[in-house]
């Protein structure tokens, strides 16, 4: 089991940046990669970006070259660093982990609670 909790989130005026950041806690070590996901209202849910614990990183096309997704040495912890953001960005973020469970079974999928951004003047 892994647990997630995640912080940052909040209100910004266009152009403006924010950090988002999750801890995990429970089985870590099984974790193998670790993304953040939004969920605008009205829409699906989306990939923001991914790490991967074999070094890779995946962003949205609409996210690039102003989201970063980073992951503590621990891997604990991984944080989305947001710039220049739009008003299309407002939605509700949430940590994602994958638990490796074996190489025949799928992982296992964990999230966060959730965190609002809200992207307006």
């Known amino acids: 089991q892994v647990q997630l909790v995640e912080s940052g989130g909040g209100l910004v005026h266009p152009g403006g940046s924010l950090n988002l950041s999750c801890v995990a806690s429970g089985s870590i070590g099984r974790v193998t990669a670790m993304a953040w996901y939004r969920r605008a209202p009205g829409k699906q849910r989306e990939l923001v970006a991914r790490?991967?614990?074999?070094?890779?990183?995946n962003y949205a096309d609409s996210v690039k070259g102003r989201f970063t997704i980073s992951r503590d040495n621990a891997g604990n912890t991984v944080n989305l660093r947001m710039n220049s953001l739009k008003p299309e960005d407002t939605a509700v973020y949430y940590c994602n982990a994958e638990e490796f469970i074996s190489p025949i079974s799928p992982t296992q999928d964990y999230w966060g609670q959730g965190t609002q951004v809200t992207v307006s003047s």
């Open positions: 790490t991967h614990i074999a070094g890779r990183t």
